[in-house]
Structure formats: C-alpha cells, structure tokens
C-alpha cells in the first residue's frame, strides 16, 4: 500500500466508526477504488437545507495529502447557495489555496456543512450562468477568487 | 632432425629408423613410448607401446590413435597428434579432480561437526557452503554464526557473518578448522557479556522506538521518554556502563528540562550501577515501561501521512508550540514545505508554518 492509500484508510476507518452528524461515507464505492469516494450530506437541522440530501464527490491524486482531494456536488440535488455552482463545482479556500495536509475528508465535509448552515437566502452564484459554460471539469483548475468570507 | 628437436628424448634404434624408443613429455612431465614401424616411412603398419602411466591416460583413445596412424604422413606428425591427445585428457582429469574436492571438504566438514556436536549445528545448504552454528551465552542468549566456506576449505580462510556489535575477524592459519572459528567466536561473545546484559535491561524496562527489533548488534537505541520526547542513546559495547552518548528528540519545551537536569546530574553518574539506573537518574525520570504503560502512547503517528513509521522512518519533527506539539516525519513535513511559497529555504533547512498551527516550523532535507 502506498503512504496515500494508507492514509485514506485510516481517514475511512474513522469516518465510519466515528462519523459527524449529517456525514456518512457511501463505503460501497470506496472498497471499489480507494482514490474515490462519495459521501452522503445531509442539510443541517434549523438551516435553510433542513431534510435535503446532497452527494459529494471526493477524487484523490496520488500525492494526497500534499495534493488537496477534488470535491463537487454530484447527483440530482446540487445546493442551492451563493458559493455552490449547478455543475457542482464549490468556491471554498480550503479545497484549493488554503489546503493544508492537517485537513482530513471529515474536516471538509464539516467545512461544507457549516459552509451549507451559515446561508441567508438560497441563489446561485451571480456568476453561475458564464461560469458553468466556460469551466473546466475538474474545479481545481479554477482560479477561484475568495471574495465572501460571510457564507 | 625436425623429430629430434620436437621431441629429444625419443631416439631411432637402427639405422634404417624403424624402431623409436625413449619419452614423451607432456606438462613436464615423462612418458616412455616405444614406437616400431616395421616398414620404414609406412606409419600405418606401425605398433605403439608405452608404459602403463600412458596407457591408463589413453585406454579410451585406442581407436583415435590407429585414426591418427592412418591419416599422418610422418612420424613427425603422429607425435605431435598424441601428445595433444594426452594434452587433453591430462585436463580433463584435473578438472575431473576438482569434482573430488567437494567430497574432502564434505569429508572434512563432517569430521569437525562431529568434533565440534551436532547440537550445536542449526542449518546446513544442501551443498555444504553454509553452516550456521549456535552458542548458548552466560546470559542464555542464543547466538548465531554463519560460516560460507568455499571447495578449498580448510585452506581458504572461510568467510563469518555475526550478529555482534563490533566486525567479526576471524584468525585463520592453513591449519585451522570450524573449531578454531567457533572457540573464537565463543571468546568473542563471552566479552560483551555485560553489554547484552546492560541493553538487555534497557529492552525490557523501557519503550524502545527504534530499532524496531533491536539484535545483538544494535548499540544504539531509541528511548520514550513522554509521548512528544524521546532519547537516542548510542552504547560503547566494550564499556557498555560508561556514559553513553545522548541525544534529545522532541520538542524544545519537552527536552529542556531534560538537557538541564543531564547537566546537572552527570557529575553523579556512575559506573558500579547499571546503564538504566545511570540514565534514569541522569534525566531525573523513570522512563515508561511496558509494565505500566501502552507502546500507542508514545509512538504518535505523523500528522501528514497518519503513519507511524514510514519505510525506516518514525516522526522526529515536533511542532515547538506547546499547545500544537503535532509530530511529523521529516520527509512528509519538508515535502510539504518545499511546496509552499510562503516557505523559505537556507541550507538544508526549510522555514515554514506548521500544518496544523501555522506557527513557524523547520524541517530539515532529508537524506536520501
């Protein structure tokens, strides 16, 4: 096993035995292919997602933890919200610029769930509609501008 | 003439040069032939005799000689056709000979196994180039010496691998046997006595971290002393209760109190009481032991690769922010720094913050 396989094997044995509310790790695609994963989001109680489930995409590079995961809505329900593009794509530091091997699976999925509560008002992105033609598939390639520290 | 100079000690014995008779040297060495023409100049008539030496040499030749007598024109010829003959067969038995030496060393192998006990034997390849050989000690250790010897032994010096921490070298005389090794090794092993009964000791009263299975070769040892220090300690085995040498890993606000009191307390040390009891009281702690504590508690993963030891790594940076206190292997801190843009390089020391505090951190390069 590779030093990234192990890693992630920890990460997933903790996440299973111990998981944050509102988070649950799919374990059928992980025993698959360990470099992918998707897990199960679930809008937190008393926020403006209360009762939606959302599915979240997370693909590894072999140089994970150096490499920040790549992270994106999937499936039917993509959030709506100001930092949440329709494609799935997330504006969030963390999965780029501010990624530090200190942050695990678990800590961006909270990340994203407190991202998710902190919302006022359900709207896409004003930049939505030009974003999704233009962009790339993989949202790392993405020069993401962290304008909005409020949401 | 062309056959006297050729060959000087066989000469004609009449006139007409039909009957020849005197020796045939090959490698030095003599062999009487006699060789009668009958018809002078006629080869193929011709009769050879030689003396039994030659004669078991070229018992599986006959037909290839009556061969040669017919196809040479001159005795001349012949000549110079057997002696090739005898040539080759002479090195065929040598290289034959060499196949019989694997036997005496066999033979002489098992002659001193059965001098030395068969008990004390553990392994024998198949084709008797390795022995490995067992010793009890007087601390009842069970030592092994592997011997690799080569087809001319006993005269080729054999070749010892030991697990003892000083090289293993073995006198050797073109008299001496497998027990000559043994009683060597025997006297060798009974003057590190005290250093396997000192790191003996160590191994069971403490938490070694490294190595992972210390063998009797192993001078150094790695030490917990908390969850984020530890001590590395390398033991001279001749004067395994002299003070060894120390050296602390952790971090700052973790090993500071240590340095200081080894400063204080070195004036103490002494040699009458064993090396844990020296270290103990040169640190002023009771290391944690297997007794009373779990080896979890002080092999703290790495916080990049979630690891404890990685290849033959175990963390050894730490975080100097007492509330951080995180551990990293320095290859995975100083591959993560060396991305950063923000990190800085002087040396072979990296300048960064720390992955999960973001205070300043260094990570120096690793070898490789």
């Not at chain 2, 018809?39 to 070229?58: N, R, T």
Request: hydrophobic share 35%; aromatic share 10%.
């Amino acid at each position: 096993m590779t030093s990234m396989e192990k890693r992630l094997q920890k990460e997933l044995q903790a996440l299973t035995k111990d998981p944050p509310a509102g988070v649950i790790v799919n374990t059928e695609s992980v025993s698959q292919n360990m470099s992918e994963w998707i897990v199960d989001l679930y809008g937190a109680p008393g926020s403006l997602y209360d009762g939606e489930k959302f599915q979240l995409s997370f693909k590894f590079s072999p140089r994970y933890p150096f490499d920040s995961p790549q992270v994106m809505f999937i499936g039917p329900n993509i959030p709506v919200h100001p930092h949440v593009y329709s494609n799935g794509h997330i504006c969030l530091s963390i999965l780029t610029d501010d990624w530090s091997p200190a942050l695990s699976v678990t800590s961006v999925c909270l990340s994203i769930v407190s991202m998710l509560s902190s919302c006022q008002e359900k709207k896409r992105p004003p930049d939505n509609a030009i974003y999704v033609k233009t962009c790339s598939k993989n949202p790392k390639k993405t020069r993401w501008f962290y304008h909005d520290d409020t949401v | 003439m062309e056959l006297l100079t050729e060959f000087p000690h066989l000469l004609p014995q009449n006139r007409q040069g039909t009957v020849y008779d005197g020796f045939i040297s090959v490698h030095n060495r003599h062999y009487r032939v006699q060789i009668n023409l009958h018809v002078p100049g006629q080869l193929s008539e011709a009769s050879v005799s030689c003396d039994w030496k030659l004669q078991h040499i070229l018992r599986r030749y006959e037909h290839i000689i009556k061969q040669r007598l017919q196809q040479c024109s001159t005795l001349h010829d012949f000549l110079i056709e057997l002696r090739s003959i005898i040539e080759r067969q002479l090195e065929q038995e040598e290289k034959d000979l060499g196949q019989t030496g694997v036997f005496q060393v066999c033979e002489q192998l098992l002659a001193d196994l059965e001098q030395l006990g068969w008990e004390r034997l553990v392994y024998i390849d198949p084709s008797f180039q390795e022995i490995h050989l067992q010793l009890m000690d007087d601390g009842n250790r069970k030592h092994v010496l592997k011997v690799q010897l080569s087809n001319e032994y006993p005269k080729e010096k054999p070749k010892c691998l030991t697990e003892l921490p000083a090289k293993f070298e073995v006198h050797w005389t073109a008299s001496s046997h497998l027990q000559d090794i043994y009683s060597q090794f025997h006297h060798i092993v009974s003057l590190y006595q005290e250093f396997w009964d000192m790191m003996e000791e160590i191994d069971r009263n403490t938490w070694v971290l490294e190595p992972e299975k210390p063998n009797y070769s192993a001078v150094h040892r790695r030490l917990a002393i908390s969850s984020g220090a530890s001590v590395q300690i390398a033991v001279d085995p001749k004067h395994p209760r002299v003070l060894p040498e120390c050296r602390f890993l952790g971090a700052d606000q973790a090993v500071s109190p240590l340095r200081e009191s080894m400063g204080k307390n070195i004036q103490f040390w002494n040699e009458d009481r064993s090396l844990l009891d020296n270290l103990q009281m040169l640190l002023g702690i009771t290391f944690p032991s297997p007794s009373n504590s779990k080896k979890e508690d002080f092999s703290v993963e790495c916080g990049i690769c979630y690891a404890y030891r990685l290849e033959m790594e175990i963390p050894n940076e730490v975080c100097n922010d007492a509330r951080c206190g995180q551990s990293y292997h320095q290859s995975c801190l100083y591959e993560w720094l060396r991305a950063l843009p923000s990190s800085r390089q002087s040396f072979n020391t990296i300048f960064g913050e720390c992955p999960y505090c973001e205070k300043p951190i260094t990570a120096r390069m690793p070898m490789k």
